[in-house]
């Protein structure tokens, strides 16, 4: 929230807000917490006052984890240590449901049992005195099948053979969670390399589709050393090849770190770096290939070698080498950065060893493993800092060295734990029994008493400390006065394949999407691990079919691990993952990109604005002024969203995205709250033109016309030296807040269009993997037509079965049946097959440009992208289905998206009436949506 705010409110100088996070030049941290305030007063709105928000089941509340079956015998677990579940309870179903206690100290009591629900109370905070309800899971029959009514062939397929449990099923259902994350971030890979390439590739084409890890660099460079690629195959290679040279020739790859230039003094490092760049290359169009289309279990296979099917060494060499390079870059600028801290804890921690410190205080910045304590540290020390005695701490005159203190105030609450296992377990058992936001701050708030209580001695020494003169002599001592036993801890041979090639797939994705992968395979992988060790303890064996020894993690480097390996390396991942800074050789192509993002006149040619970027970038006079191209760095090419935009987007089309008043208006109203409009409102109108009286859609709508009428010319006259109030001051505060607006509205916009995208990826994703288990073939045969295995088969089949079906989403459901026969008589194969292609491919960004401009009516980021999406099967249509046709005319006749076609488009959905409905209703789609849409 605070970067968000300070970006928007346009301060001066990017290096002052990084080291003066409370200067007077930026909003007040007491003020961005009453625009929180305001901003949840807003959006949540009268029913808050009314009723507090409900976080979860009191079942949970109370400490239980979960009701696992074997057979006719129930299993109760509560919550332990971590995520682990704990045995508490065996009732058995044959006899009058007896209950047997399994664990020494249970928290959770059985009162009763009978065929609908279990009744239970509990020892812990929430729960006593009160009894509480579990369904009973034999009578619900989860036991003997799923939703779907693929139990059998699911367990067949990971383990060899059926079961009469509910573990399974569960395991397997979070391993395809894995295998749908994998299809929604691989897609988004293959697409921001395939959009490097954007000024000679056209949309149709697909660079990385035929890039594999099946082929080495050698066979890469030429095919022919592979006499069993046939001449189709040998081709794909070669054309991959040409683009894969080109890609290289733009610079864009800069743009995440790669820094290709061939060095004539070394040819042999410059080819080394680029058969690495090939394998990475390679490893994004294998894994798009594999998890977009379900393919075999080619993941599985990183860690059995290139002998076993595995793949080839050369590209595991490449996982090694850009996964280690970042681990001693940590290592070796850890103790350089960090001295002056290791010295202050020391010398504060007298009483420990200075050997655990040094080592601890490593894991706390690099590998950050405070945050896997399930509670925030963060909101400790916020909460601290409000009691008598913060503003020590708080005060302005601590900016300069605010970054240094926290750290040491985090990591001294964080040894603290490390000490005192059982207060960390106590926490998360609290925090777990909360049942409402208040009630988590009230813990916080409590735990923060306590902390300060014992802390604040030390933390205001800190703070009295961090002085100049003092900070220069602990930066004057000599390093070898600290420990360094701490090294021989680090061996990232130890890492699976598979965590090193999420690390370096993370080179081509923003901060959230990394944090977003990363979270989803660490909370699956994590509750496979827990539902594994379950199973063990209560006697039911769980053994992986042989193609997914993947799963059993069972020897690295000799050394026997389990599967609880991937959580652990999966942390350290998400703690040292980031997209890698632009290189210096992107830096030409970046300004160009940064023009054609901002608008260029329509009467510039190529050469005109060669020339401009040239004169940016001279600098041969000494003496002359670069105010623009400063301008242009420091609020554009540095803006976190200027990246993100390029990476989906042609640079070049940017511009025409938020070309759309309509468009620009839904964009400030969805997704900017109230507060945040009107400090836009007052930064970006010219003084005269801003009234106290304008209303908000008054103000929204000033807003997006000095949006819709931008361009770089706009700017050109920036004085970089002006400041505040002083002649051109004002006038560059208020260049710097139009284009922060700008850039965010384009963001806001291209961001949504993914997600939404995200959605029918993981649906089509979905489809194709249950199209296999029901035996029907996912590609097309091309010797009986060209959809001889439509895609809307499964649902087709299942409304012949009608009642007799064990679907149980449309088992008994007579009238969803009936609507869904509806969609499907409406469908055309020919359009589903230009709709799923087009989300395999984001073609929605793409040609977003193209058909943004058309649209009359926007409601929702849903119907925006379906409008577009329809707009792109419009053109591409070929087929004569006459209600298509129909579709399409409306589409033309009304420009807005026509909400039958959509429900026909994603007619094959209609076995899974939840993924349906939820993909193809405005409202349940956009559910989280500020406005109230028609469900």
Avoid at 45 to 53: L, P, S, V
Avoid at 343 to 350: R, W
Avoid at 358 to 381: A, D, H, P, Q, V
Avoid at 400 to 406: D, E, F, I, Q
Wanted: aromatic letters at 10%; glycine letters at 4%.
């Amino acid at each position: 929230m605070k970067k968000k705010i300070k970006a928007k409110d346009l301060r001066e100088m990017k290096k002052a807000e990084q080291k003066e996070r409370f200067s007077s030049n930026v909003v007040k941290a007491d003020d961005i917490k009453e625009e929180k305030i305001k901003t949840s007063e807003t959006v949540i709105g009268k029913a808050e006052e009314k009723t507090e928000q409900k976080l979860k089941s009191k079942s949970k509340a109370a400490g239980l984890k979960s009701t696992l079956v074997s057979g006719k015998d129930i299993y109760l677990t509560s919550f332990g240590k971590g995520n682990k579940a704990v045995v508490e309870h065996k009732i058995d179903a044959d006899d009058s449901y007896s209950v047997t206690k399994i664990s020494e100290e249970p928290t959770l009591s059985v009162n009763d049992v009978d065929n609908k629900d279990i009744r239970f109370s509990s020892d812990r905070p929430f729960g006593r005195d009160e009894t509480l309800l579990a369904a009973n899971p034999i009578v619900e029959n989860s036991v003997r099948g799923d939703n779907l009514g693929l139990k059998e062939k699911l367990e067949k397929k990971y383990f060899g053979k059926t079961f009469n449990d509910n573990i399974h099923i569960q395991i397997i259902y979070n391993i395809m969670d894995i295998e749908k994350i994998l299809a929604v971030y691989s897609t988004s890979i293959a697409t921001t390399i395939n959009g490097m390439l954007s000024d000679k590739l056209t949309d149709d084409k697909d660079f990385i589709g035929y890039m594999s890890t099946k082929n080495t660099y050698d066979v890469f460079l030429n095919p022919d050393k592979n006499p069993e690629l046939d001449k189709k195959k040998k081709d794909n290679i070669n054309d991959s090849r040409e683009k894969f040279e080109d890609l290289l020739k733009t610079n864009r790859l800069g743009y995440f770190g790669f820094d290709y230039k061939f060095n004539k003094k070394n040819p042999n490092e410059s080819e080394e770096n680029k058969k690495r760049i090939y394998h990475l290359m390679g490893f994004a169009g294998s894994l798009r290939q594999w998890s977009v289309h379900n393919e075999g279990n080619w993941i599985y296979k990183f860690h059995i070698g290139e002998k076993n099917g595995g793949v080839a060494k050369e590209y595991l060499n490449t996982l090694n080498h850009y996964f280690k390079n970042r681990y001693d870059e940590l290592n070796n600028n850890f103790i350089d950065q960090n001295k002056v801290n290791l010295f202050m804890l020391i010398g504060a921690l007298k009483e420990s060893d200075p050997e655990e410190i040094c080592s601890l205080y490593r894991e706390f910045i690099i590998e950050k493993t405070y945050k896997n304590m399930g509670f925030s540290i963060k909101k400790l020390r916020e909460n601290m800092l409000t009691l008598e005695g913060g503003d020590k701490i708080t005060d302005e005159s601590m900016n300069s060295v605010r970054s240094k203190l926290y750290k040491l105030i985090d990591f001294c609450i964080y040894y603290g734990y490390y000490k005192d296992e059982k207060r960390i377990e106590e926490n998360v058992r609290t925090l777990r029994a909360c049942m409402t936001d208040s009630d988590k701050e009230m813990f916080y708030e409590k735990e923060a008493e306590r902390l300060w209580a014992e802390n604040k001695n030390r933390f205001i020494r800190f703070a009295n400390e961090l002085t100049g003169s003092n900070i220069k002599k602990l930066q004057d001592e000599k390093i070898s006065e600290l420990p360094s036993g701490w090294r021989n801890n680090v061996r990232t041979s130890e890492f699976s394949c598979f965590s090193k090639l999420m690390y370096c797939m993370c080179f081509f994705l923003d901060g959230k999407e990394i944090n977003d992968l990363l979270t989803t395979l660490i909370n699956k992988f994590d509750v496979i691990v827990n539902l594994v060790k379950t199973a063990k303890e209560i006697g039911i064996p769980v053994e992986f079919d042989k193609k997914y020894t993947f799963f059993n993690y069972n020897l690295i480097n000799n050394e026997k691990k389990d599967i609880s390996s991937y959580v652990d390396e999966l942390n350290t991942v998400k703690n040292i993952a980031r997209m890698k800074k632009p290189s210096a050789n992107a830096k030409e192509t970046m300004y160009r990109d940064a023009l054609y993002i901002l608008g260029i006149p329509s009467d510039m040619s190529e050469k005109k604005l060669g020339d401009k970027i040239a004169d940016m970038l001279d600098k041969s006079d000494k003496n002359k002024r670069h105010d623009f191209r400063n301008f242009i760095a420091n609020n554009v090419i540095n803006s976190s969203r200027f990246i993100y935009i390029i990476k989906y987007c042609d640079p070049k089309s940017a511009r025409k995205i938020a070309s759309n008043r309509k468009v620009v208006e839904f964009v400030l109203k969805e997704s900017m709250p109230e507060s945040i409009i009107e400090r836009y409102y007052k930064s970006c109108i010219e003084p005269e033109f801003v009234f106290e009286s304008d209303s908000l859609n008054e103000k929204i709508m000033k807003l997006s016309k000095v949006i819709t009428e931008m361009n770089f010319g706009n700017f050109e006259d920036v004085d970089q030296r002006a400041r505040g109030t002083l002649a051109g001051g004002e006038t560059k505060t208020r260049y710097i807040a139009v284009i922060g607006l700008y850039l965010n509205v384009v963001y806001q916009i291209v961001k949504n269009l993914v997600n939404v995208n995200a959605r029918y990826v993981m649906g089509f994703h979905s489809l194709e993997r249950d199209m296999g288990y029901m035996g029907f073939r996912v590609k097309p045969d091309k010797t009986a037509g060209l959809f001889a295995d439509p895609k809307t088969c499964i649902t087709r089949k299942i409304l012949e079965e009608g009642d007799k079906t064990k679907n149980r989403y449309l088992a008994k459901n007579m009238h969803y049946r009936e609507c869904i026969k509806v969609d499907i008589d409406n469908s055309d194969e020919s359009a589903i097959h230009l709709y799923r292609n087009n989300v395999a491919h984001l073609k929605v960004i793409k040609r977003c440009a193209l058909y943004i401009g058309d649209i009359k009516y926007i409601n929702s980021y849903f119907g925006l992208y379906h409008y577009i999406m329809q707009r792109c099967i419009a053109d591409d249509y070929k087929g004569e289905n006459e209600k298509t046709k129909e579709y399409l005319a409306s589409l033309s006749e009304y420009n807005t998206y026509v909400g039958d076609f959509v429900k026909a488009l994603n007619a094959p959905f209609g076995y899974n009436a939840p993924r349906f409905k939820n993909l193809s209703i405005e409202g349940r789609f956009d559910k989280n949506s500020k406005k109230k849409l028609d469900k």
